[in-house]
Each structure stands twice: as C-alpha cells, then as structure tokens.
C-alpha cells in the first residue's frame, strides 16, 4: 500500500470529499487503536510469555558483568523465554501502541506516528518472537517473487482491497504477486520498459548501459516495480512505512525483493546526499508541496547530479480543475529547484536534476526555497530534522559536471570519487576488497556442507565498513542491506557509489524491520563495539533473532571472549540446530585475536516450552 496522505493532502485525484472521508476513517481507526493499545495494555506491554516476570537480561548479562564485577563470571543465562504470540509481527521501535502507552505527543498529519520512536530499556521485550502458527521456511529465490506462503504473512486483506490492481491474489495456502500495482495493472514489467522508452534509452532497458543503479522507490506497495527493476540490474531501496495496511513491507521481503520501512516525514531519510540516479512515485499519496516542498528537497538531497524523479499521478495528466491546480503548483516548484522535464508521456512525468550549481548561482535573491546554509552537512542522516532547503554540490562535483561514476558493474570494484572525503587512499579500498574475498570464500567453504545453492536470499551485514563483504557475493543471486553504524555514516555513501545499498543505525536500537526477514546477518567486531558502548549484547542477540529467519544463518566475527561468551547462549537463543567455529587467518583488517561463529537458528513454535 502507498504512504498514506496527511489530512491536508492534496494529492490522490479522489477529489475534496474522497479526501476528507479518507481522513475521518484514518482518525477513527487511530482512535480505535488507542483504546485497543490503552484497554489490553497488559497484552501489548512489556511483559513475557504466560505470568513469567519481566526479565532483564542485561543484569545478568556480560554488560553488568563487565561493569559491575558483583556477579560469578560464569554465570550465563540458561534460557529465554518466548514472547505472546501477539508480538509475532512486532517491531520495537516502530510500535504505535507504544505511543500511547507512553503518551507520545505526535503531529499525525506530519506523520510523526510513523517514524522511529523506540522503547527505554525497562519496556523492551526480552523474549523471543515467536512465527505464526502455521509457519513453513520460506518459498526460495526466484520463485519467491512470484508466491509466499499465506500462513508466514497472515494478512490476505490487501489481496481483497487491491484486487483490481492486481497487486496479489490469494491461491489456496499461497498468495500469489502477477506483477501489478496502483498505477501499472498490467505489469511492472511494461511500465519500466515504458519508462526506458520515455528517456531514450538504448535498448529499452531502464538501467541505461549500467548508468543507472539505485533507485529509490517512495510509497512502493508490495514491491512489484523493484522485482522488475532487478532484470534490468537495477537495485531499488522499496520504501514504504508501517501503515495502515501495515503489512506491504512485510510481502516485500518475504518475496525476497530488497524494502525497508520508511517515511518521508520529519526527519531526513537515513542515507547520504547523491545516493540515487533515480526517485520513483507511483500514486504514493505524498503531498509533495507541504511545508514549503520540504518532502520533495529531500527527495533532491539525495538524489545523485542529474537524477531523475518519475512521477505517475493523476494530478500530472488529470483534467479536472483540483488536480490542474495541483500539477501547476508542483511545476512551479520543480522549476525553482531547477529541475526540468525530461519526458511528459500519458500519465507520468520525469524531471531531472540539474549536473551542476549553475542554476542555483542564476537564481534571483531570496529565491524560494533557498540554499542550504554552509555549515550544513547534506550527508547528516541520523536523526537529522528534514530542512527545506536546496543542497549545492561540492566544488569537485561542480567542476565535473556529476558525480564521476563509472557505469555498473566496473562501479563495484572501482575506487569511488568521494573515498577521499573519508580520507581512505585508492590502495588500502582494493586492498579491503582482496581481503573480504578473501574471507567470504572461506565463510562459504564452512557452510558449504549445510547449505544449497538458494538457502539465501536477504542478506544483511550488521557492520558493513566499506561493503566489501557484500562485494563479495557479486555472483551469488542475493542482495545485501549494508548496515553502517551511525558513529561512520560517511562510509554509507562509498557503498552507494559502489552500486550496493545500505542504511545507517544505532545497534543500541530495534532495527526498521519485520521479524523473520534475513536469511544470513553477518557482523564484524560489532558486539565489541556495542560492549564500548554500554549496551546489551544480549539484547543485540535477542534483536537478530527477531530479524533473522527460521534456518537462517548468523556468521559473527569477533574477539575470542565475546565468541565464547556468546556461544554459551546459543541453547536459550535456539540457535544450536548447527553451528562452526574457526580460528581465521590474520589480515591487514584483523583486530587481535578474532574468532568466526556461524551458526544456524532452530524453526520453533508457541508449543515448545522455553529450554
């Protein structure tokens, strides 16, 4: 399902009274939910499985024994508890029964309620996530894209509401996805090659010769557009928030196709300026000409020199008098942040993005909206408030009219321009590159024997540095969200510019996603970082057990004591189904004496007691 309008939405072609109405039901069953969350507070509070009492695991964990020394050193935890199993879908941080528990003043219209809002640490559920009932080990890359098992996502509702859009179908214990959407009926796969055609692009192939490869795609439903876009090998970041059909993102993964939560909101998306050749709305209900075009500046922040916006809309192609008022404003707009039309064809519109600041110097005096002050960092993504303003690009970008990038795949292995920005020379990136080859070789060779070929799909590094592990699987059929700590979000933009994806976080937090998502989690040294931190690391291996899925794998690299001390937990974690430890070959990158834990989690359910 798209992002869903604020009141004050012009957008959608529904007209003034289908707008209203839409926003009386949105009010009504936000209200219906807070009595829900406030009437079963117990049930969707921070309480365990059954009358267990609420278990604090980093008390007994190795934070407090690190810190407190009050504790036996081998004391470890014997067991976890399961959650209810009304947290099957739970996601911490984006929990709006939360809010109300909390009393969170939220601007709903600016969609606050939609953004990262997490829980302090005496309301986190220190218990595992139970799956459905009825949960079967996904269906496998490629055939994923195309049918999930119903009982993994039990929401057939959107099938029923988007029937004439063939978003999906449900087909017995199956739902199946015909490649349709809101603004395609007849397929993702005709709309992209229509798009291609409007640009004039060589062979009908939206990636123009490799010039393109990320996308971001806005209010994207089930994913339909990004699953086609991977033929033409283009990688889109599907973004969607949890909503009130708050299950598309959920789909999405489940299919295999690469999504994450998401809302264009208050704050700035969490990914680095002129990381996107392409931003794409579908009928994705986003008022673009609130708060002085703010949601549509964002969009230009992080848009790469040149980049294109494609908008499918009625108000681009509709006649009547609202949507004509609408398109006119929103040219209006576009003009001032000197985007021009690249191509105007039936219902879709594409603007580019100018390659250099000479448009913005033309500009009259006190042009509206202006340009970012100086001393703004355009590359701040974490928790960073939104600004409506204008990013310019740097001297080096100015002077090369773009961004310097070589088309995909050379892009991968090349050295990127902005590497110098983090003050990293050409030699020590390819040297990371040998090295992370180097190591993902011999991670395979130890899960060889326990795995096939497609026992992966969504691939997650949790500490991913410069993207060399994901690098690595360059000809494995997977995709890989590259997760870069929020202390070095300068490197996300390396990872962009390599033609990968990645978002920035807090490990300290719940990561934007549903449970049972990732297939493989890898993390270098980063329970050595949260440990410098003063958080849990149990609780960091409760949050990856929520991520991870049922047969999944989770490869850990770190020093020996951590290593140990997390092997000793992996009974209450249920991840003992398999698992391998190896003393690895020492490197350039190695921190002291490392250890590789790779182990595999145990499908489990509601009727198994906790050990």
């Given amino acids: 399902m798209k992002q869903p309008p604020p009141p004050q939405s012009r957008g959608g072609g529904g007209g003034a009274m289908g707008r209203r109405a839409f926003a009386s039901l949105l009010a009504a069953a936000v209200f219906a939910l807070a009595l829900l969350c406030l009437f079963y507070g117990a049930a969707f509070g921070p309480t365990l499985r059954g009358d267990r009492p609420s278990l604090r695991l980093g008390r007994l964990g190795r934070r407090a024994r690190t810190t407190t020394g009050a504790l036996p050193a081998d004391l470890v935890l014997s067991s976890i508890p399961a959650c209810d199993a009304a947290h099957s879908e739970l996601i911490p941080c984006l929990d709006r029964c939360l809010h109300y528990q909390l009393r969170l003043r939220l601007n709903l219209s600016l969609m606050e309620h939609y953004e990262r809002h997490c829980p302090p640490a005496p309301r986190r559920l220190n218990c595992l996530i139970p799956p459905p009932e009825g949960y079967r080990v996904p269906i496998r890359w490629p055939r994923s894209r195309d049918e999930v098992w119903q009982a993994n996502i039990p929401h057939p509702h959107l099938a029923a509401e988007k029937s004439d859009q063939r978003w999906m179908v449900v087909n017995g214990d199956k739902i199946n996805f015909p490649g349709g959407g809101t603004h395609f009926h007849t397929g993702a796969d005709k709309y992209i090659v229509h798009l291609a055609q409007m640009l004039n692009f060589p062979n009908d192939k939206l990636n123009n010769g490799g010039n393109i490869r990320n996308v971001l795609d806005v209010g994207c439903g089930v994913a339909s557009f990004g699953a086609y876009l991977l033929s033409h ?7 969607a928030p949890n909503d009130v059909h708050e299950n598309q993102i959920q789909f999405a993964l489940e299919r295999g196709i690469p999504a994450t939560l998401g809302v264009l909101g208050t704050r700035r998306l969490p990914y680095p300026s002129c990381s996107f050749e392409m931003a794409h709305c579908s009928r994705c209900r986003i008022d673009w000409l609130q708060r002085d075009g703010i949601l549509l500046l964002e969009v230009d922040r992080v848009l790469r020199p040149g980049g294109y916006f494609v908008y499918s809309s009625p108000e681009a192609y509709a006649l009547d008098p609202v949507n004509r ?31 250099t600041n000479g448009c913005y110097l033309r500009r009259e005096p006190g042009a509206l909206p202006p340009m970012c002050e100086r001393d703004d960092d355009p590359d701040a993504a974490w928790n960073v408030p939104m600004k409506a303003c204008l990013t310019p690009y740097s001297k080096r970008v100015n ?18 321009p902005r590497l110098e920005e983090l003050g990293i020379s050409s030699n020590n990136f390819s040297e990371d ?37 994901a690098a690595s699987l360059r000809k494995k059929d997977v995709w890989v969200m590259n997760v870069v700590p929020f202390t070095e979000s300068g490197k996300l933009k390396v990872i962009y510019d390599r033609g990968l994806m990645g978002t920035i976080h807090n490990w300290c937090e719940s990561f934007s996603t549903y449970p049972r998502t990732y297939d493989l989690l890898h993390s270098w040294l980063l329970f050595s970082e949260i440990e410098k931190q003063g958080c849990s690391l149990e609780d960091l291996l409760i949050e990856m057990d929520r991520i991870l899925r049922p047969h999944g794998y989770a490869i850990i690299r770190d020093k020996a004591p951590l290593i140990n001390y997390i092997k000793k937990l992996l009974p209450a974690l249920r991840w003992d189904d398999w698992s391998a430890e190896v003393k690895p070959k020492k490197d350039a990158l190695s921190s002291g004496d490392e250890r590789v834990l790779i182990v595999r989690k145990k499908l489990w359910d509601q009727t198994l007691q906790p050990l």
């Avoid at 090998?233 to 973004?239: E, G, P």
């Avoid at 190591?439 to 060779?445: D, L, T």
């Avoid at 096939?452 to 540095?465: E, G, I, L, Y």
Wanted: with cysteine.
């Fill in 233 to 239: 090998d283009i990688l889109a970041m599907s973004l």
């Fill in 325 to 355: 008022k609408i398109w006119r404003q929103m040219s209006d707009l576009a003009r001032r942040m000197c985007w021009r039309v690249a191509s105007k064809k039936n219902q879709t519109v594409i603007w580019v993005k100018p390659l």
């Fill in 399 to 416: 002077r090369v009219k773009g961004s310097e990038l070589l088309p995909w795949p050379q892009r991968l292995t090349a050295p990127p």
């Fill in 433 to 469: 590159n040998e090295i992370w080859h180097s190591r993902v070789i011999q991670y395979w060779k130890h899960m060889k024997p326990e795995t096939q070929k497609d026992s992966f799909r969504n691939v997650m590094d949790m500490s991913a540095n410069l993207g060399g592990f």
